[in-house]
């Protein structure tokens, strides 16, 4: 879902940016596989569960003493 790159490398970032815009299926590949990855982790079916589990563990004192 992303390109790895070094992140003190200025060029090799420019180098990943210019290669996504020269390679637009890459792109719209990448963008998909990133949005499925984020519904995946990060919806409510997945998130409100764990806020509940959260929040019962706080009530009972199982954490945050």
């Known amino acids: 879902n992303g ?8 060029k090799e970032i420019g180098e ?3 290669n996504l815009l020269n390679d637009r ?3 719209k590949l990448l963008g ?6 984020i519904l995946q982790r990060y919806s409510l ?3 409100v569960p764990q ?6 563990l706080v009530a009972n004192g199982a ?3």
């Open 3 to 10: 390109l790895l790159v070094n992140f003190f490398e200025p």
């Open 16 to 18: 990943a940016v210019c």
């Open 25 to 27: 299926e890459l792109a």
């Open 32 to 37: 998909k596989n990133a949005r499925e990855s």
């Open 45 to 47: 079916d997945v998130c």
């Open 51 to 56: 806020q509940i589990q959260l929040i019962n």
């Open 63 to 65: 954490i945050g003493n």
